[in-house]
C-alpha cells in the first residue's frame, strides 16, 4: 500500500507562493492518478488539482486555474503543487491523494470519494 506524506504548507501573505510535495513510499506510484484537495473546517473537501498517472493530463478547480500548477515525477515518487499569487480564501488543510488508474478520471478526478490513499494533511494560511 502507497503511504502519503505532505510537506510545504506554511505562512503566507497574500500575493505570494507556496509548493507543496507529496512523498509516496511502499508501493506502485505510477499506478496512481493523483489529485490535491484542500478542505476547511465544517467544509467539504474540494478538489483543487489532478494529475494523471503518467503526468500527460492535468485538471484544475475554477478557483485555482492560472495560479496553482500540479506536476509529478514518478522517478523521485513525489507529487507537487505550486501555488502562486495567494489569496486569504486559499487557507486551508491541503491533503495529497492517490486514486488507483482507471479509465474515466477525466470525469472522477474531482471526487474525493474516488480516492483509495491520502496523506495526512498539510496547513496553508494566507494571511491579508
Known amino acids: 500500500q502507497v503511504q502519503l506524506i505532505e510537506s510545504g504548507g506554511g505562512l503566507v501573505q497574500a500575493g505570494g507562493s507556496l509548493r507543496l510535495s507529496c512523498a509516496a513510499s511502499?508501493?506502485?506510484?505510477?499506478?496512481?492518478?493523483m489529485g490535491w484537495f484542500r478542505e476547511a473546517l465544517g467544509k467539504e473537501r474540494e478538489s483543487v488539482a489532478a494529475?494523471?498517472?503518467?503526468?500527460?493530463?492535468?485538471y484544475y478547480s475554477d478557483s485555482v486555474k492560472g495560479r496553482f500548477t500540479i506536476s509529478r515525477d514518478n522517478a523521485k515518487n513525489m507529487v507537487y503543487l505550486e501555488m502562486n499569487n495567494l489569496i486569504p480564501d486559499d487557507t486551508d488543510v491541503y491533503y495529497c491523494?492517490?486514486?488507483?488508474?482507471?479509465?474515466?478520471?477525466?470525469?472522477?478526478?474531482?471526487?474525493?470519494?474516488?480516492?483509495?490513499?491520502w496523506g495526512q494533511g498539510t496547513q496553508v494560511t494566507v494571511s491579508s
Open positions: 491523494a492517490g486514486a488507483m488508474r482507471s479509465g474515466n478520471f477525466r470525469n472522477e478526478y474531482q471526487n474525493y470519494w474516488k480516492y483509495d490513499i
Open positions: 494529475i494523471s498517472w503518467g503526468g500527460s493530463n492535468t
Open positions: 511502499g508501493g506502485n506510484f505510477e499506478y496512481y492518478n
